[in-house]
T-cell receptor, first 115, second 113 residues
Framework: DTGVSQDPRHKITKRGQNVTFRCDPI?????LYWYRQTLGQGPEFLTYFQNEAQLEKSRLLSDRFSAERPKGSFSTLEIQRTEQGDSAMYLCASSPRGRGPSGYTFGSGTRLTVV | GESVGLHLPTLSVQEGDNSIINCAYS??????FIWYKQESGKGPQFIID?????DKRQGQRVTVLLNKTVKHLSLQIAATQPGDSAVYFCADPSGGGYNKLIFGAGTRLAVHP
C-alpha cells in the first residue's frame, strides 16, 4: 500500500463550475478525514467518516459542499457552484481503528484554483 | 474560542545548528498535542506527540517540551539538516473529541548551508 492517494493533484476551474475530488485511504483504515488548507495557514477540519458513516461536519462545510464514502473505502468531496474563496488545498487523511490522531496519514492533497 | 498558534512565521538556521519552534495554546483543558512537518507539495507528516502528563518527550533528533503553566510547547530539532526545511505545525485534537485536529498557522523553517 502506498499511502493515502488523492486525485487530481491540481484542478483549475471557472467560478460557478462543480468539482469533485477523490481520496483513496490506506486500505485497512476505517476513518477518513477531509481538511482544507489555504496559503500560509494550517489545515482546517471539514468532515470525517467512520466506515461509510459521516459522523461530523464543520460549519465550514457549506451546503455547496458534500462528501461521501459510499462503501467505506474511497471518498469523494464535491463542491458545487465554486467560488474564488474555495481556492485552497484539500487534504484527505485516514487513520486505523483505535489509533486516534497520532495514526493519521495525510495524502498530498488536491490544489483547487477557482478563476 | 480555542486556538493553537505559533510565535514566529519563519525561522532561519544554519545547517548543524539546533532549531526551536514554539507554539502557544489557549485551551487549558487540552491534554494532547502533535507536531507535524509539511514539505512543499505534500500533506502534513507526523513527527512526535506529547500528552499533558509529560513535560518532555524525545524522538530521533527531536524533543518536544510542554509547559502547561504558561500553555506553551516547543519542538527542538538537533543538528538541523537541509532536509528539515519545511513548515512545522503544532496541532491539538483535544477540543474535537480527538476526532479532529486544530492546527496553528505554522512556522517555516529554512536551513542554510
Amino acid at each position: 500500500d502506498t499511502g493515502v492517494s488523492q486525485d487530481p493533484r491540481h484542478k483549475i476551474t471557472k467560478r460557478g463550475q462543480n468539482v469533485t475530488f477523490r481520496c483513496d485511504p490506506i486500505s485497512e483504515h476505517n476513518r477518513l478525514y477531509w481538511y482544507r488548507q489555504t496559503l500560509g495557514q494550517g489545515p482546517e477540519f471539514l468532515t470525517y467518516f467512520q466506515n461509510e458513516a459521516q459522523l461530523e461536519k464543520s460549519r465550514l462545510l457549506s451546503d455547496r459542499f458534500s462528501a461521501e464514502r459510499p462503501k467505506g473505502s474511497f471518498s469523494t468531496l464535491e463542491i458545487q457552484r465554486t467560488e474564488q474563496g474555495d481556492s485552497a488545498m484539500y487534504l484527505c487523511a485516514s487513520s486505523p481503528r483505535g489509533r486516534g490522531p497520532s495514526g493519521y496519514t495525510f495524502g498530498s492533497g488536491t490544489r483547487l484554483t477557482v478563476v | 474560542g480555542e486556538s493553537v498558534g505559533l510565535h514566529l512565521p519563519t525561522l532561519s538556521v544554519q545547517e548543524g545548528d539546533n532549531s526551536i519552534i514554539n507554539c502557544a495554546y489557549s485551551n487549558s483543558a487540552s491534554d494532547y498535542f502533535i507536531w507535524y512537518k509539511q514539505e512543499s507539495g505534500k500533506g502534513p507528516q507526523f513527527i512526535i506527540d506529547i500528552r499533558s502528563n509529560m513535560d518532555k518527550r524525545q524522538g530521533q533528533r527531536v524533543t518536544v517540551l510542554l509547559n502547561k503553566t504558561v500553555k506553551h510547547l516547543s519542538l527542538q530539532i538537533a543538528a538541523t539538516q537541509p532536509g528539515d526545511s519545511a513548515v512545522y505545525f503544532c496541532a491539538d485534537p483535544s477540543g474535537g473529541g480527538y476526532n479532529k485536529l486544530i492546527f496553528g498557522a505554522g512556522t517555516r523553517l529554512a536551513v542554510h548551508p
